[in-house]
Protein backbone atom coordinates (compact mmCIF):
# COMPACT_ATOMS: atom_id res chain seq x y z
CA UNK A 1 0.00 0.00 0.00
CA UNK A 2 1.18 3.48 -0.60
CA UNK A 3 0.83 4.33 3.33
CA UNK A 4 4.18 2.03 4.20
CA UNK A 5 6.09 3.36 1.34
CA UNK A 6 4.84 6.99 2.24
CA UNK A 7 5.61 6.29 5.94
CA UNK A 8 9.54 5.21 4.60
CA UNK A 9 9.82 8.22 2.71
CA UNK A 10 8.78 10.83 5.49
CA UNK A 11 11.46 8.88 7.78
CA UNK A 12 14.17 9.76 5.14
CA UNK A 13 12.79 13.27 4.46
CA UNK A 14 12.84 13.25 8.22
CA UNK A 15 16.77 12.09 8.26
CA UNK A 16 17.88 14.34 5.93
CA UNK A 17 16.50 17.56 7.77
CA UNK A 18 18.64 16.51 10.78
CA UNK A 19 21.91 18.53 8.40
CA UNK A 20 19.49 20.33 5.89
CA UNK A 21 17.22 22.65 7.83
CA UNK A 22 14.12 24.45 6.58
CA UNK A 23 14.61 22.97 3.17
CA UNK A 24 11.48 20.46 3.46
CA UNK A 25 10.26 20.75 0.26
CA UNK A 26 13.92 20.94 -2.25
CA UNK A 27 14.36 17.88 0.16
CA UNK A 28 10.83 15.77 -1.17
CA UNK A 29 11.06 17.22 -4.77
CA UNK A 30 14.71 15.54 -5.05
CA UNK A 31 13.38 12.24 -3.12
CA UNK A 32 10.39 12.28 -5.97
CA UNK A 33 12.22 12.54 -8.58
CA UNK A 34 14.78 9.35 -6.85
CA UNK A 35 11.65 7.79 -6.91
CA UNK A 36 11.12 7.97 -10.52
CA UNK A 37 14.70 7.18 -11.09
CA UNK A 38 15.15 10.82 -12.76
CA UNK A 39 18.40 13.14 -12.00
CA UNK A 40 18.04 15.99 -9.92
CA UNK A 41 20.15 19.66 -11.09
CA UNK A 42 20.17 21.72 -7.73
CA UNK A 43 21.10 24.96 -8.70
CA UNK A 44 21.70 27.64 -6.13
CA UNK A 45 24.04 29.93 -4.83
CA UNK A 46 27.83 28.90 -3.74
CA UNK A 47 27.84 27.77 0.33
CA UNK A 48 23.64 27.04 0.66
CA UNK A 49 24.19 23.26 1.59
CA UNK A 50 23.65 21.38 -2.03
CA UNK A 51 26.46 19.69 -1.66
CA UNK A 52 25.30 18.64 2.01
CA UNK A 53 22.04 17.85 1.03
CA UNK A 54 22.92 15.57 -1.83
CA UNK A 55 25.14 13.67 0.70
CA UNK A 56 22.63 13.62 3.56
CA UNK A 57 20.38 11.47 1.20
CA UNK A 58 23.02 9.38 -0.65
CA UNK A 59 23.93 8.37 3.72
CA UNK A 60 19.76 7.88 3.81
CA UNK A 61 19.96 4.93 1.44
CA UNK A 62 22.22 2.05 2.02
CA UNK A 63 23.31 2.85 -1.67
CA UNK A 64 27.26 3.43 -3.16
CA UNK A 65 28.05 6.86 -3.68
CA UNK A 66 30.65 8.31 -5.47
CA UNK A 67 31.09 12.54 -5.50
CA UNK A 68 32.68 14.28 -8.63
CA UNK A 69 34.21 17.55 -8.19
CA UNK A 70 34.14 19.22 -11.87
CA UNK A 71 36.78 20.86 -12.97
CA UNK A 72 37.74 22.41 -15.95
CA UNK A 73 40.57 19.89 -16.61
CA UNK A 74 38.90 17.01 -16.24
CA UNK A 75 38.64 14.87 -18.94
CA UNK A 76 35.63 12.40 -20.29
CA UNK A 77 37.88 9.34 -18.86
CA UNK A 78 37.91 10.64 -15.75
CA UNK A 79 34.04 9.60 -15.55
CA UNK A 80 33.28 7.15 -18.30
CA UNK A 81 36.68 4.81 -17.31
CA UNK A 82 39.46 3.94 -19.90
CA UNK A 83 40.93 0.73 -21.77
CA UNK A 84 44.28 -0.22 -20.21
CA UNK A 85 46.74 -2.53 -21.82
CA UNK A 86 47.45 -5.46 -19.71
CA UNK A 87 51.05 -6.93 -20.52
CA UNK A 88 50.46 -9.72 -18.83
CA UNK A 89 47.39 -10.84 -20.44
CA UNK A 90 48.21 -9.38 -23.86
CA UNK A 91 44.38 -7.59 -23.44
CA UNK A 92 43.29 -4.35 -23.02
CA UNK A 93 41.30 -4.01 -19.86
CA UNK A 94 38.53 -1.62 -19.12
CA UNK A 95 38.87 0.66 -16.17
CA UNK A 96 36.10 1.93 -14.28
CA UNK A 97 35.62 5.92 -14.14
CA UNK A 98 33.80 7.61 -11.23
CA UNK A 99 29.97 7.36 -12.99
CA UNK A 100 30.39 3.21 -11.60
CA UNK A 101 28.05 4.22 -8.46
CA UNK A 102 24.81 3.76 -7.36
CA UNK A 103 24.10 7.22 -6.52
CA UNK A 104 26.77 10.19 -8.08
CA UNK A 105 26.96 13.67 -7.29
CA UNK A 106 28.18 15.60 -10.18
CA UNK A 107 29.16 18.53 -8.16
CA UNK A 108 29.96 22.21 -9.68
CA UNK A 109 29.00 20.42 -13.26
CA UNK A 110 28.91 23.63 -14.98
CA UNK A 111 32.38 24.14 -14.30
CA UNK A 112 34.15 21.93 -16.86
CA UNK A 113 34.56 21.88 -20.43
CA UNK A 114 31.19 21.08 -23.04
CA UNK A 115 33.01 17.92 -23.98
CA UNK A 116 33.46 16.59 -20.68
CA UNK A 117 29.42 17.57 -19.73
CA UNK A 118 28.62 15.62 -22.97
CA UNK A 119 30.15 12.48 -21.44
CA UNK A 120 27.04 12.33 -19.25
CA UNK A 121 24.72 12.21 -22.10
CA UNK A 122 24.76 8.48 -22.71
CA UNK A 123 24.51 7.19 -19.34
CA UNK A 124 22.05 9.71 -17.86
CA UNK A 125 19.92 8.12 -20.45
CA UNK A 126 20.78 4.37 -20.98
CA UNK A 127 22.27 3.39 -17.37
CA UNK A 128 25.33 2.30 -19.34
CA UNK A 129 28.55 3.58 -20.93
CA UNK A 130 30.51 3.09 -24.01
CA UNK A 131 34.28 2.65 -23.78
CA UNK A 132 36.37 1.50 -27.30
CA UNK A 133 33.38 0.16 -28.36
CA UNK A 134 32.54 -1.51 -25.52
CA UNK A 135 29.09 -1.31 -23.30
CA UNK A 136 29.26 -1.49 -19.14
CA UNK A 137 26.03 -0.45 -16.90
CA UNK A 138 26.18 1.03 -14.11
CA UNK A 139 24.77 -0.25 -10.68
CA UNK A 140 21.18 -0.15 -10.13
CA UNK A 141 19.17 1.83 -8.93
CA UNK A 142 21.11 5.01 -10.46
CA UNK A 143 20.70 8.40 -10.26
CA UNK A 144 23.00 11.45 -10.77
CA UNK A 145 22.39 14.93 -8.50
CA UNK A 146 24.34 17.60 -10.30
CA UNK A 147 24.74 21.12 -8.79
CA UNK A 148 25.75 24.53 -10.49
CA UNK A 149 26.32 27.45 -9.62
CA UNK A 150 24.19 30.66 -11.70
CA UNK A 151 25.99 30.95 -14.99
CA UNK A 152 26.81 34.44 -13.96
CA UNK A 153 29.72 33.27 -12.22
CA UNK A 154 32.76 33.24 -13.75
CA UNK A 155 34.60 30.07 -14.75
CA UNK A 156 31.18 28.43 -15.70
CA UNK A 157 29.89 26.98 -18.71
CA UNK A 158 26.07 26.58 -19.43
CA UNK A 159 24.77 23.47 -20.12
CA UNK A 160 23.19 22.97 -23.74
CA UNK A 161 19.75 22.18 -23.81
CA UNK A 162 19.78 18.47 -24.56
CA UNK A 163 21.51 17.65 -21.25
CA UNK A 164 19.25 19.88 -19.55
CA UNK A 165 16.17 18.19 -20.91
CA UNK A 166 18.38 14.92 -19.40
CA UNK A 167 17.74 16.03 -15.81
CA UNK A 168 14.22 14.98 -14.62
CA UNK A 169 13.67 18.36 -12.64
CA UNK A 170 15.63 21.10 -11.43
CA UNK A 171 15.36 22.81 -7.98
CA UNK A 172 16.50 24.84 -5.98
CA UNK A 173 17.38 25.98 -1.90
CA UNK A 174 17.91 29.45 -1.61
CA UNK A 175 18.87 31.30 1.72
CA UNK A 176 18.29 30.21 5.14
CA UNK A 177 15.74 32.92 6.97
CA UNK A 178 17.33 33.89 10.16
CA UNK A 179 15.78 31.94 12.53
CA UNK A 180 16.97 28.67 10.36
CA UNK A 181 20.44 30.30 10.30
CA UNK A 182 20.36 30.48 13.96
CA UNK A 183 19.38 26.90 14.30
CA UNK A 184 21.89 25.21 11.75
CA UNK A 185 24.72 26.97 14.03
CA UNK A 186 23.44 25.28 17.35
CA UNK A 187 23.07 22.14 15.42
CA UNK A 188 26.52 22.08 13.99
CA UNK A 189 28.10 23.43 17.37
CA UNK A 190 29.62 20.14 18.35
CA UNK A 191 30.53 18.00 15.20
CA UNK A 192 28.62 17.78 11.61
CA UNK A 193 25.14 15.59 11.56
CA UNK A 194 26.31 14.71 8.26
CA UNK A 195 28.92 12.66 10.41
CA UNK A 196 26.71 10.73 12.27
CA UNK A 197 23.55 9.84 9.81
CA UNK A 198 22.61 6.63 9.39
CA UNK A 199 20.96 4.61 6.69
CA UNK A 200 17.00 4.41 6.57
CA UNK A 201 16.31 1.86 4.46
CA UNK A 202 18.52 0.10 1.34
CA UNK A 203 18.52 -0.38 -2.33
CA UNK A 204 15.66 -3.45 -2.71
CA UNK A 205 13.34 -1.68 -1.07
CA UNK A 206 13.99 1.87 -2.57
CA UNK A 207 13.53 -0.31 -5.79
CA UNK A 208 10.59 -1.71 -4.60
CA UNK A 209 9.32 1.88 -3.95
CA UNK A 210 10.23 2.89 -7.78
CA UNK A 211 8.02 0.17 -9.00
CA UNK A 212 4.87 1.46 -6.78
CA UNK A 213 5.22 4.66 -8.83
CA UNK A 214 4.50 3.01 -12.03
CA UNK A 215 1.30 1.56 -10.46
CA UNK A 216 -0.05 5.06 -9.67
CA UNK A 217 -3.42 5.38 -11.27
CA UNK A 218 -3.74 8.17 -13.69
CA UNK A 219 -7.41 8.98 -15.42
CA UNK A 220 -7.59 9.75 -19.10
CA UNK A 221 -8.84 13.27 -17.90
CA UNK A 222 -5.29 14.04 -15.96
CA UNK A 223 -3.14 12.18 -18.68
CA UNK A 224 -5.16 15.05 -21.20
CA UNK A 225 -4.57 17.67 -19.08
CA UNK A 226 -1.00 17.07 -18.59
CA UNK A 227 -0.31 16.92 -22.40
CA UNK A 228 -2.07 19.86 -22.74
CA UNK A 229 0.03 22.20 -20.25
CA UNK A 230 3.22 21.15 -21.85
CA UNK A 231 1.88 21.85 -25.64
CA UNK A 232 0.95 25.43 -24.53
CA UNK A 233 4.88 25.67 -23.69
CA UNK A 234 5.61 25.57 -26.87
CA UNK A 235 2.93 27.28 -28.79
CA UNK A 236 3.07 30.35 -25.97
CA UNK A 237 4.24 33.56 -27.63
CA UNK A 238 6.95 34.42 -24.75
CA UNK A 239 8.73 31.23 -25.28
CA UNK A 240 11.61 30.10 -28.28
CA UNK A 241 11.83 26.55 -26.99
CA UNK A 242 9.11 24.21 -25.35
CA UNK A 243 8.74 21.01 -23.24
CA UNK A 244 9.65 17.87 -25.16
CA UNK A 245 8.01 14.77 -24.90
CA UNK A 246 10.55 14.01 -22.59
CA UNK A 247 8.79 16.66 -20.16
CA UNK A 248 5.53 15.03 -21.12
CA UNK A 249 6.35 12.05 -19.33
CA UNK A 250 8.04 13.05 -16.96
CA UNK A 251 5.66 15.44 -15.46
CA UNK A 252 3.57 12.22 -15.59
CA UNK A 253 5.77 10.23 -13.51
CA UNK A 254 6.10 13.50 -11.12
CA UNK A 255 2.76 13.45 -10.59
CA UNK A 256 2.71 9.65 -9.67
CA UNK A 257 4.93 9.89 -7.02
CA UNK A 258 3.75 12.74 -5.50
CA UNK A 259 0.43 11.25 -5.26
CA UNK A 260 2.38 8.32 -3.40
CA UNK A 261 4.47 10.37 -1.26
CA UNK A 262 0.92 11.35 -0.30
CA UNK A 263 -0.77 8.43 0.43
CA UNK A 264 -2.94 8.45 -2.81
CA UNK A 265 -3.09 5.46 -5.38
CA UNK A 266 -4.38 7.98 -7.69
CA UNK A 267 -3.44 11.55 -9.43
CA UNK A 268 -4.94 14.63 -8.32
CA UNK A 269 -4.51 17.62 -10.75
CA UNK A 270 -2.86 19.84 -7.94
CA UNK A 271 -0.51 16.86 -7.90
CA UNK A 272 0.63 17.98 -11.78
CA UNK A 273 0.20 21.74 -10.74
CA UNK A 274 2.16 21.27 -7.85
CA UNK A 275 5.30 19.38 -9.71
CA UNK A 276 4.93 21.31 -13.21
CA UNK A 277 7.50 24.01 -12.57
CA UNK A 278 10.34 22.01 -11.17
CA UNK A 279 9.96 19.49 -14.28
CA UNK A 280 9.32 21.99 -17.19
CA UNK A 281 11.46 25.06 -15.85
CA UNK A 282 14.86 24.11 -16.94
CA UNK A 283 13.55 22.82 -20.60
CA UNK A 284 12.05 26.20 -21.90
CA UNK A 285 14.18 28.40 -23.63
CA UNK A 286 12.33 31.96 -23.59
CA UNK A 287 12.73 34.78 -26.17
CA UNK A 288 15.88 37.03 -26.19
CA UNK A 289 13.10 40.15 -25.56
CA UNK A 290 11.21 38.31 -22.58
CA UNK A 291 14.69 37.78 -21.29
CA UNK A 292 15.52 41.36 -20.76
CA UNK A 293 12.15 41.87 -18.96
CA UNK A 294 13.81 39.43 -16.09
CA UNK A 295 10.56 37.31 -16.87
CA UNK A 296 11.43 33.77 -15.19
CA UNK A 297 10.43 30.54 -17.31
CA UNK A 298 8.55 29.82 -13.82
CA UNK A 299 6.22 32.62 -14.45
CA UNK A 300 5.63 31.69 -17.60
CA UNK A 301 4.54 27.84 -16.31
CA UNK A 302 2.14 29.08 -13.92
CA UNK A 303 0.51 31.52 -16.52
CA UNK A 304 -0.12 28.73 -18.91
CA UNK A 305 -1.57 26.16 -16.00
CA UNK A 306 -3.91 29.22 -15.11
CA UNK A 307 -4.79 29.23 -18.45
CA UNK A 308 -5.38 25.79 -18.82
CA UNK A 309 -8.57 23.71 -18.33
CA UNK A 310 -8.67 21.58 -15.16
CA UNK A 311 -10.21 18.25 -15.66
CA UNK A 312 -13.18 17.66 -13.35
Known sequence: MPGSSADVLRDIVANVERVIIGKKEAIELALCSFLCKGHVLIEDMPGVGKTSMVSAIAKS??????????????????????????????????????IMSQIILADEINRTSPKTQSSLLEVMEENQV??????????????????????????TYPLPEA?????????????????????????FKEE????????????????????????IHVDQGINEYIVRVVRKTREHPDIALGGSPRATLCLFRAAQAWALYNERDYVRPDDVV????????????????VRLKSVKSSEVIESVISDTKVPL
Open 61 to 98: FDCSFRRIQFTPDILPSDITGFSMYNQKTCEFEYRQGA
Open 130 to 155: TVDGKTYAVPRPFIVFATQNPIEYLG
Open 163 to 187: QLDRFFMRISLGYPSAEEESKMLNR
Open 192 to 215: APLDTLKAVTGAEELESIQEKVNK
Open 274 to 289: KMAVPVIEHRLVLKQE
